[in-house]
């Protein structure tokens, strides 16, 4: 099993952890909020995860533009 990590707005696959190699303490998720853990964490039917972040590109990309936020799909 493991956890892969995608930005949430250009879709782009940024790299995985086995999941026995960290914990959701270690990761950071245990903080979440239930919405929050809606919103970035998915799980699929063969028990991998997927958490949706944002990459460099896009943060850069947002903080240059914040306007883009405003948008449902802004860098797509």
Do not use: W
């Not at 995608?6 to 303490?25: K, N, P, Q, Y």
């Not at 799980?43 to 533009?65: M, P, R």
């Amino acid at each position: 099993m493991a956890i892969h990590y995608v930005c949430r707005h250009c879709r782009t696959f940024l790299g995985s952890i086995r999941r026995s190699a960290a914990t959701e303490m270690q990761l950071g998720l245990h903080s979440l909020t239930p919405a929050e853990r809606r919103d970035i964490i998915a799980y699929d039917s063969d028990g991998e995860i997927t958490v949706k972040v944002t990459c460099n590109y896009c943060k850069e990309a947002l903080d240059n533009n914040p306007e883009l936020s405003l948008l449902a799909s802004p860098l797509q």
